[in-house]
C-alpha cells in the first residue's frame, strides 16, 4: 500500500520473508521509503531482523502490544 510517499508493506509474521521482499523491491524499483508491518504471536524476533534493512511496526496480539524497530533496535507499548 502506498501512503503519500512511504511504501508500506503488511503482513503476518510467518510471511515476513514475502513482505520484506516487497518492500525491498518497492524500495528498488520505485526509489521510495518503505516500511514493513508484521503482525502476529511472539514473533518479535523475526521483525527484529527485518528492522536490519527496513523500519518494522510489528503488532503481538496476544500480548496486546506494537514495537517499532529500525536497526535492530525498538521499543514496546501494551494496548491491552
Same mark, same amino acid.
Given at each position: 500500500?502506498?501512503? &503519500?510517499? /512511504?511504501? $508500506?508493506?503488511?503482513?503476518?509474521?510467518? %510471511? =515476513? $520473508?514475502? #513482505?520484506?521482499?516487497?518492500?525491498?523491491?518497492? %524500495? @528498488? *524499483?520505485?526509489?521510495?521509503? !518503505?516500511?514493513? !508491518?508484521?503482525?502476529?504471536?511472539?514473533? *518479535?524476533?523475526? @521483525? %527484529? !531482523? @527485518?528492522?536490519?534493512? *527496513?523500519?518494522?511496526?510489528? /503488532?503481538?496480539?496476544?500480548?496486546?502490544? /506494537?514495537?517499532?524497530? $529500525? #536497526? &535492530?533496535? #525498538?521499543?514496546? $507499548?501494551? =494496548? #491491552?
Amino acid at each position: 500500500m502506498k501512503c &503519500g510517499d /512511504i511504501y $508500506v508493506e503488511v503482513e503476518p509474521a510467518e %510471511r =515476513f $520473508v514475502c #513482505g520484506l521482499g516487497q518492500a525491498l523491491l518497492w %524500495r @528498488a *524499483v520505485s526509489g521510495v521509503e !518503505v516500511a514493513l !508491518v508484521l503482525y502476529g504471536n511472539g514473533e *518479535v524476533e523475526k @521483525a %527484529r !531482523v @527485518a528492522s536490519l534493512l *527496513v523500519p518494522v511496526l510489528y /503488532i503481538d496480539v496476544e500480548l496486546k502490544s /506494537i514495537c517499532r524497530y $529500525v #536497526g &535492530g533496535a #525498538g521499543d514496546c $507499548v501494551s =494496548f #491491552g
